[in-house]
């Protein structure tokens, strides 16, 4: 493992020349935004934030962030208009669009490289005001806490991290983030230790020092904040990868592990692949994303109550104009007739509500051993087609999240199958059906 590894933080670690180019770039981004920070005197000053100012970023992806820091007096009205106009006016070279978090801030790219402008308020410690106030405390405690060897063990671990796709913390992920793997490391001191500790974790184990118990499956407490989880942010699957990748890893360390993998196309299952495919109106990815996720649990649950059992189900987008719905289904068409379940014979009053309302439509009724009625009824769909299309014509409302509502009724889609769809979204399907081979690893 200790030579794989080796090989590996050679690797990483950015070259004098690619850390010269990143600091043309960074230096510029933030000498644009001081100029236009001057012209306001709510604000107070301006500072380098992220993975960029911690000195833990990857070469060939380091996003730079530049935090614009308010006066905490400051509306939150003010506090989003000025970052914008910030944010555009000192970007408006480079062709910068808005992002979302808890509040807007606006992106843009120089050479390739995200400039991501984010307001946040001048706050004591703990006394935050928006989630953005912690970062410029994350900043300053990682530059003490972590040394230049746990900075590289930093970038080991978000090679691998990215390697399994569970990196990344934007609601389409609901991965690890940076900070993440930086408070992994400071707590486990390097990358094998990490792998070590998560291979062997325990449910609930807290990583860190927590003031209160958590319902998460592990607890990545925020060293500058012990009422805050960070594995809060983390989905149950990704927490699941990890732990199996980690026991992988141990017992069998390769280069592999560090390299994207790609899935080999399957066509098992496919036919029990249901498709819901529509277009939106250009938005924030962050925004689409958590719309889109929403109506794909949603919609979950609506195949269930329709008698459809649900294995898996997944979000697509492009973030420009395409979503897709997905949701591997253990059969697409079910049986026709099911079983009710009523209430107990000693149960008068509710034995009688049972028949009324079943009588008319039951198939037959009868007595089952342990004392309750059971009425045979007929499904009104038995194939999940038409099922779906039958609901979102008639039920927009009830299964799909008001901010999509305008986009469904503008056309949707629903089938079943990879047919006729782009590459990417064939992708997403694929990911659905199959099994990752580096995760799910033989004995």
């Not at 066509?267 to 990815?285: D, H, Q, T, Y």
Request: with cysteine.
């Amino acid at each position: 493992m200790k030579k794989i590894i080796s090989r590996i933080g050679m690797s990483v670690n950015p070259s004098k020349n690619t850390i010269k180019i990143k600091k043309q770039i960074a230096d510029e981004a933030f000498s644009l935004v001081k100029e236009q920070v001057n012209n306001y005197p709510e604000l107070v000053g301006l500072e380098f934030g992220g993975s960029y100012a911690k000195d833990t970023w990857l070469s060939n992806e380091a996003d730079v962030d530049i935090f614009i820091k308010f006066k905490k007096t400051i509306t939150d009205e003010k506090f989003v208009d000025i970052s914008k106009k910030i944010g555009f006016e000192s970007m408006k070279k480079y062709k910068p669009y808005v992002r979302y978090s808890e509040h807007p801030y606006v992106e843009a790219k120089i050479k390739k490289t995200k400039i991501n402008i984010v307001p946040c308020y001048d706050v004591n410690l703990g006394e935050w005001k928006s989630s953005a106030d912690r970062s410029q405390f994350h900043t300053k405690y990682m530059q003490n806490a972590l040394t230049p060897k746990m900075k590289n063990e930093v970038r080991i671990l978000k090679t691998f991290l990215k390697s399994t796709k569970i990196y990344g913390s934007e609601i389409a992920k609901q991965g690890f983030s940076g900070y993440v793997s930086e408070v992994l490391i400071l707590n486990f001191g390097s990358f094998e230790n990490v792998i070590k500790s998560i291979a062997k974790i325990q449910p609930n184990q807290i990583i860190g020092n927590a003031s209160k118990t958590f319902e998460t499956p592990i607890v990545i407490m925020d060293p500058i904040d012990n009422n805050r989880n960070l594995a809060a942010a983390i989905s149950n699957e990704n927490i699941g990868k990890f732990v199996l990748v980690c026991r992988a890893f141990q017992k069998n360390p390769t280069l592999q592990f560090f390299k994207p993998k790609i899935l080999k196309p399957s066509n098992k299952n496919i036919e029990n692949v249901l498709v819901v495919k529509f277009n939106f109106k250009m938005r924030s990815p962050d925004i689409i994303w958590g719309q889109i996720k929403r109506a794909t649990t949603s919609l979950a649950t609506q195949l269930e109550l329709g008698g459809f059992k649900v294995l898996r189900s997944k979000s697509y987008s492009d973030e420009q104009n395409e979503a897709c719905l997905l949701f591997l289904l253990e059969s697409t068409k079910i049986a026709k007739n099911y079983s009710k379940k009523g209430p107990e014979i000693f149960r008068e009053d509710d034995c009688n509500s049972f028949i009324l309302k079943n009588i008319k439509k039951t198939e037959l009724m009868w007595i089952s051993e342990d004392k309750k009625i059971i009425s045979l009824e007929k499904r009104k769909h038995d194939e999940a087609l038409k099922f779906m299309n039958e609901f979102l014509k008639n039920n927009l409302q009830t299964g799909i999240p008001k901010g999509l509502q305008a986009d469904f009724m503008k056309g949707f889609k629903v089938f079943v199958g990879n047919r006729n769809l782009s590459k990417s979204i064939k992708e997403a399907i694929s990911d659905l059906i199959s099994t990752d081979g580096t995760i799910f690893y033989s004995n």
